[in-house]
């Protein structure tokens, strides 16, 4: 699933051979996974070329839905601002495919007219600025994040999945959904700065909280947004209402996270930060994480149908 030979490749300061990556110093995670690096007291972390601030003094490494299997090099300085170097190994994830059909009453998102097609590019326009989030700014949040909801049922486990709307329309669902009911709270995961609230075509009304260290999250299909672009908001805050605007089928809870502009699954940063794959796991510590975090087939039958 990926190349045993470890190349570590000089994107932060000096030139660095390839042995200099100890075995020691590498790490396991799936597509659309967290890892870590513990063991030192970090100041600052580094990966994909991008240095940014460490959180509560460890390292994470973020790795996209879609990033290709194979070693990448991380880096971690400590707070004596020494630089050591290790690789992140990107295994590749089974992420399930399911066939939906859309109500008629939903057809007007399979077949946009030129006027929904201009209205949802410039929304993606809109949202691609925001998305890589402020690296330069200090985390904002600490892990585990805050529960977006005060009660929060178990997910369909739908991170990932590839829908496949009326066996013609595909969509990637980069997200979680929980079924929380109409009207409850949605709240803010940690301490951080809205950067877009607004109602669009697919995703409904939305909200984008920045965080800091590159972190964004986003809720969809809100019933009603009770913040605006600009607003500083602290964990816990209501952000709006659960509902089912935009493309879905009914009531539910959205939420996606992004950081360094990486698609995450979200429930990982939920749940304790010890959970996560880390450099200073063993090999067995490691396959343990992984096959626990590994995504199952979702049942839909459930859960209602959004992007």
Known sequence: ?????????????????????????????????????????????????????????????????????????????????????????????????????????????????????????????????????????PPDFSLPLGKPAATLPASADDFGSERIFNKEHRSLHSGRDYPVGLGNAVKAVADGTVVLAADHFFAGNSVYVDHGDGLISMNFHLESIAVKDGDKVKRGQTLGKVGGTGRATGPHLHIGLRWLGKRIDPALLFDNPTTLPSVSDTREEAEQKIEKAEQREPDEGDMPIDD
């Open 1 to 137: 699933m990926f190349s045993a030979r470890v190349v570590a490749i000089s994107v932060f300061a000096g030139l660095v051979g390839a042995g200099n990556v100890l075995a020691a110093s590498i790490v396991t995670a799936p597509q659309g996974g967290v890892a870590r690096w513990t063991g030192l007291a970090a100041s600052e972390c580094g990966i994909y070329g991008t240095r940014y601030a460490a959180v509560d003094a460890v390292c994470y490494y973020p790795v996209d839905i879609r990033t290709k299997p194979g070693s990448h090099e991380i880096a971690l300085w400590d707070q004596d601002g020494k630089q050591h170097l290790g690789a992140l190994k990107v295994e590749k994830a089974d992420f399930a495919e399911v066939e939906m059909e859309l109500p008629a009453s939903l057809e007007r998102f399979l077949k946009p007219s030129d006027d929904d097609n201009a209205r949802a590019g410039a929304e993606r326009g809109a949202i691609a600025r925001i998305l890589g989030g402020s690296v330069d700014s």
